[in-house]
């Protein structure tokens, strides 16, 4: 299975910075947050050769935090522990 990594908070920051090595890393990473510049993160995450899937997704909201997972997993075939 392929390492899969789901980022929270991806818009900017800690987050988008986390998702950028990751990416580097060889995972194909979700990325997550509530703003709108969550898919400029996804872009540059391809941009480097990776994989990405960009989320809307309020983490206080336990529906869309189960649907982030669920998309990941039909996207990514699953998620690692």
Known sequence: ???VAIITG???GI????ALRLSKD??????GDILEQVSETAELVR????KSLAL??????????????????AEFGG???
């Open 47 to 50: 941009q480097q050769g990776g």
């Open 79 to 81: 998620l690692m522990s």
């Open 15 to 18: 987050g988008r910075a986390t």
């Open 56 to 73: 809307t997704v309020d983490v206080r909201n336990e529906a869309q935090v189960k649907e982030m997972v669920e998309r990941t997993v």
């Open 26 to 31: 060889g995972y194909a990473v979700v990325v």
């Open 1 to 3: 299975m392929a390492k």
């Open 10 to 12: 991806a818009a900017r």
